[in-house]
């Protein structure tokens, strides 16, 4: 229970003592709870600049029909409502901002954003439709009609404003971007769901979508392109989101790292060393095209190879062994959509070469598979010996399987669960002198979490991957561009001194060039049109995946790098020191000192070797992306006060 629940407990508990205690007593214990309550959350998280997804679902038709209904029949069935569609929003991270009517508006991305938000938002607007669907057939046995619902899902940004600050979940969101969501759900098919360009260019590839006609929110505004989501396709081992206008690209600035997976491989075949390899790199370093462009070489070996995949993603990091889980449904092509009976006879199959039928069920029940109705799980369950059964039983499927080439992708393990890196840990101690290589992708905060992932084992190799070379971003760009006669000088380095290397930048903002109409791609040759080349923002698909991670800090640490930010890329200890919005809100030097130290652990800054100021210590923000999406999120009543005071400072500090 967190100490904001616990003082919300402690009110109600004053209060239902109300005619046991004279209520002048009560009403000082209450007064002094409360004051406790207001003081957790700092002034400056009243309100928050946040990029969000918003989903407004709305009845259709129902207003008429109610006309012609009693209150109390229409609050019934509004209860019923109710109750069968919003659970896939709670079940997918989100929250009800609010009940209009027969509408409800729901915030994906709050308190704390995801990377996935946009898709999370899509998939409980489906998952509503299916579940009104479902509700229809009871509605027309005992009512005589059925319920008909839109949807319109957006995706941007938002000033979220905490209601008094007792709770987190006690806000409301207001700009234009819920404006233009309530306008997607007016322009909903009936039964469908409407998302904005601003979404779909975040889950582009993870659903079967139909482009519609723009339409304009007023008669003064661009259009806006707009697509009716169908329905989601099969979730697929790498998100069909990389790549620019289907050009194909090679793979630039890892050939040494490629050259080492190879060899690491040869010797786990040839020689039976056990590999496990984790390679290390930030969101978008091209952690992935490493891993894909082994897995092509490995398909052309001519020997036969055992071959796993699995990939965590947030949700899984609350489920036992769920990445373990997924490795295995992958590899035996079991669907979300199959019955449990299919789940099971797929799972058995997969196994039963190797352990039996029993066997397999222990397995799968472990690993989190409801096989209750199984015999030997009902006997074995809550047992001593449950686990270590099953562990038994996995380990030798592996030693198996292990004494042919076998390869394990692991995809995203720092959202992994405990469990299962601990039981990999255990399985690969397992099984040595096999023929088993293991390739983890992960990014720096793994280490956060775990430490000593991989150290002091003779089989573990790490590999960093660091951001490409100008060199090497300029060949991207050309490989990227290949369409394009003669890329423009201004061009090419305005893309690489935006990505700053990092290769799912430098696609990203390419994209968004071709949004804006600066690159015209064509069938056969692209065109550039130089005119239309403006500052570079920082592309909504980046500012997603860099807002998650800030949202991810303490809220201290999220608060110094939001002053840093004011104050430029580069930035003085001594000058954040000076930023407060009203009196007692600056930190101090002290504090500073730690929190800049704990960012910098996280690789968030770094610290320059030499300082403009004597007497401070120099800091730069790591990504000049990283910098400007950190202070979008600092509010421009702050910035204003804040840049005033950073501009005193430097008055100050210039002549020292």
């Known amino acids: 229970m967190t100490e904001q629940e616990k003082l919300e407990q402690a009110i109600a508990i004053q209060e239902s003592m109300r005619g046991t205690i004279p209520d002048d007593i009560i009403d000082v214990a209450i007064a002094a709870l409360r004051k406790q309550l207001a003081e957790l959350i700092p002034t400056e998280t009243i309100e928050q600049r946040?990029?969000?997804?918003?989903?407004?679902?709305?009845?259709?038709?129902f207003s008429s029909l109610a006309e012609r209904m009693d209150a109390e029949e229409v609050g019934q069935i509004m209860s019923v409502y109710i109750g069968a569609v919003t659970p896939a929003i709670a079940k997918h991270g989100g929250i009800i901002e609010k009940f209009i009517g027969d509408a409800v508006m729901a915030v994906f991305g709050l308190p704390q954003a995801h990377e996935n938000d946009p898709e999370n938002g899509v998939r409980a607007a489906l998952e509503m439709q299916r579940a009104l669907t479902e509700l229809n057939?009871?509605?027309?046995?005992?009512?005589?009609?059925?319920?008909?619902?839109?949807?319109?899902?957006?995706?941007?940004?938002?000033?979220?404003?905490?209601?008094?600050?007792?709770?987190?979940?006690?806000?409301?969101?207001?700009?234009?971007t819920v404006n233009l969501t309530s306008q997607l759900e007016l322009a909903a098919p009936v039964g469908g769901v409407l998302i904005s360009h601003d979404t779909y260019r975040h889950v582009r590839g993870v659903f079967k979508v139909l482009e519609k006609e723009p339409f304009r929110v007023s008669e003064n505004a661009r259009p806006v392109p707009t697509y009716i989501v169908q329905h989601a396709k099969p979730r697929a081992f790498h998100m069909l989101t990389r790549g620019v206008a289907g050009i194909e690209t090679r793979m630039v600035g890892r050939d040494a790292e490629l050259l080492m997976l190879q060899n690491m491989f040869r010797d786990t075949t040839e020689d039976g060393e056990v590999h496990v390899v984790t390679i290390v790199g930030d969101a978008g370093v091209g952690k992935s095209r490493l891993a894909y462009e082994f897995e092509k070489w490995i398909e052309l070996l001519p020997e036969e190879i055992w071959y796993f995949k699995g990939r965590a993603t947030p949700e899984t990091e609350a489920m036992p062994y769920g990445l373990i889980r997924r490795m295995f449904t992958h590899r035996f092509e079991i669907l979300e959509s199959d019955s449990a009976a299919q789940v099971q006879e797929k799972f058995r199959t997969g196994?039963?070469?190797?352990?039996?039928?029993d066997q397999a069920d222990l397995v799968g029940e472990f690993l989190g598979l409801d096989f209750s109705e199984s015999q030997a799980v009902q006997t074995q369950l809550g047992s001593k010996s449950f686990g270590e059964l099953a562990t038994a039983y996995l380990i030798k499927y592996l030693r198996a399987i292990a004494s042919e080439p076998t390869v394990i992708f692991l995809e995203d393990i720092h959202w992994s669960d405990d469990s299962s890196l601990d039981l990999l840990d255990h399985l690969v101690a397992a099984v040595p002198g096999t023929r088993l290589m293991m390739v983890c992708l992960a990014r720096p905060l793994l280490f956060e979490r775990r430490p000593s992932w991989g150290e002091g084992k003779a089989f573990h190799t790490r590999i960093n991957l660091r951001p490409l070379s100008r060199r090497a971003s300029r060949d991207l760009v050309a490989e990227i561009l290949q369409k394009t006669e003669g890329v423009p000088t201004k061009l090419r380095d305005t893309i690489v001194e935006g990505a700053e290397g990092n290769p799912f930048y430098v696609e990203e903002l390419i994209k968004m060039l071709i949004e804006d109409g600066v690159i015209v791609h064509g069938e056969d040759r692209w065109q550039v049109e130089m005119e239309r080349l403006a500052k570079v923002l920082v592309p909504p698909t980046l500012a997603g995946v860099l807002q998650a991670r800030l949202d991810s800090l303490p809220p201290e640490e999220k608060m110094l790098l939001q002053r840093a930010a004011v104050v430029g890329r580069l930035f003085w200890d001594a000058a954040v020191v000076e930023l407060q919005a009203e009196e007692g809100s600056r930190l101090r030097q002290e504090e500073i000192g730690w929190l800049l130290e704990a960012v910098r652990d996280r690789e968030l800054i770094f610290r320059r070797e030499l300082s403009a100021f004597a007497g401070t210590e120099e800091y730069i923000f790591k990504h000049a992306l990283l910098r400007d999406v950190t202070y979008e999120t600092v509010l421009l009543k702050l910035r204003r006060i804040y840049h005033k005071q950073v501009a005193g400072w430097l008055e100050a500090s210039a002549g020292k």
Do not use: C, H
């Not at 987190?168 to 700009?175: A, H, K, L, N």
């Not at 196994?351 to 039928?357: A, E, M, N, P």
């Open 351 to 357: 196994l039963t070469d190797i352990v039996d039928s």
């Open 137 to 176: 057939k009871k509605m027309s046995a005992e009512w005589g009609f059925q319920l008909e619902m839109r949807i319109g899902v957006n995706t941007g940004p938002v000033i979220a404003r905490y209601l008094g600050g007792a709770r987190e979940r006690d806000f409301m969101v207001v700009g234009n």
């Open 50 to 61: 946040k990029q969000i997804t918003i989903l407004v679902a709305a009845l259709s038709g």
